[in-house]
């Protein structure tokens, strides 16, 4: 299983994006799912999950307010709805599964996801 991400590409500040997130031929029922970003010369962060319910979700602060993560009730695409850009949100954007909870926490430790995709370039100008 791998998801797949897209809606990448190159905005202004300001402007907004949606990515979606799918594993094909697989269902995230019982998982919850997360999206991460990684910049140039920076870690991993965790920025966005949701419960495998679709009801419960977690931001981390440098997004929160900004953006919103849902999925759809087939249990089988997650979006990140990302508003009000700035040059910071600069990075490959990926998702995963946390193969141990379906239920969020109030933070995301990569080593609990898996089936990592290949990521998403987002570039947002000044």
């Known amino acids: 299983v791998q998801f797949v991400e897209s809606g990448g590409g190159l905005v202004q500040a300001g402007n907004s994006l949606r990515l979606s997130c799918t594993a094909p031929g697989w269902r995230f029922d019982g998982y919850a799912v997360g999206w991460f970003r990684q910049a140039p010369g920076k870690e991993r962060e965790g920025i966005a999950s949701?419960?495998?319910?679709?009801?419960?979700?977690y931001y981390a602060d440098s997004v929160k307010g900004r953006f919103i993560i849902s999925s759809d009730n087939a249990k089988t695409t997650v979006y990140l709805q990302m508003n009000s850009l700035k040059p910071e949100d600069t990075a490959v954007y990926y998702c995963?599964?946390?193969?141990?909870?379906?239920?969020?926490?109030?933070?995301?430790?990569?080593?609990?996801?898996?089936?990592w995709g290949q990521g998403t370039q987002v570039t947002v100008s000044s």
């Open positions: 995963a599964a946390n193969l141990l909870r379906s239920t969020v926490v109030n933070h995301m430790t990569a080593h609990e996801y898996a089936y």
């Open positions: 949701i419960s495998s319910s679709g009801t419960s979700t």
